[in-house]
């Protein structure tokens, strides 16, 4: 049993040395970017564009967390935003949202997101925002979107390798992308199509 856990930890130690190596290159090219300044500017504009003026005047506070992550071989990257309304300590409005960009095709993936000093990246990261921004908009205005009448339904949908399936219920939002609210609550975006049945 002891040799068992050995093995099992020196697995463990390979793998997070390889996630490491693969993930270090990214924090470094994402290092130059000032993340928190451009997330405070894209936020405050989408939210301005949906009738959100950001002022210091007002009592309401807007506090947003968002998270880049990967997908499994780098195919896929997401923006997990959480976001939370608060006046004084009450809690207004809270809410996750996770806009997915368009998966990749590639061999070595880590260079193609590195490429031309990150610009992929980042525009995956950028149009992420706005999207995440609109939604987030949308969803407070709507109240988490109460008034659709459609029930809970099994939704599939695939994201490079990867295929999905998923209780939620897709919402109409008229644009060029999937929009559902998982069973969790969560918003989810993706680019691509999901088969509800």
């Not at 002022?55 to 998270?67: E, F, H, K, N, Q």
């Not at 959480?82 to 809410?95: D, F, N």
């Not at 205005?141 to 659709?148: A, L, Q």
Request: some cysteine; proline content about 3%.
């Amino acid at each position: 049993m002891l040799l068992a856990n050995l093995s099992q930890s020196a697995i463990e130690q390979k793998a997070r040395l390889v996630a490491k190596g693969q993930i270090d290159p990214v924090d470094q090219a994402l290092s130059g970017h000032d993340w928190a300044d451009y997330y405070h500017v894209a936020y405050s504009r989408e939210l301005r564009e949906q009738g959100y003026a950001p002022s210091l005047t007002a009592d309401l506070s807007l506090r947003i967390v968002p998270r880049l992550r990967f997908s499994e071989g780098m195919r896929v990257l997401r923006l997990v935003t959480e976001a939370r309304v608060m006046q004084g300590k009450k809690v207004l409005y809270a809410g996750r949202i996770e806009s997915f960009a368009e998966p990749v095709q590639c061999e070595d993936c880590l260079s193609r997101w590195l490429a031309q000093d990150a610009a992929h990246l980042h525009a995956a990261a950028n149009a992420g925002v706005d999207d995440s921004a609109a939604l987030l908009a949308s969803d407070w205005r709507t109240s988490r979107f109460s008034g659709i009448a459609s029930q809970e339904q099994t939704l599939r949908y695939q994201l490079g390798a990867t295929r999905h399936v998923e209780r939620g219920r897709l919402l109409p939002l008229g644009n060029s992308r999937s929009v559902f609210l998982s069973l969790r609550g969560w918003l989810k975006s993706m680019p691509v199509a999901v088969e509800a049945r």
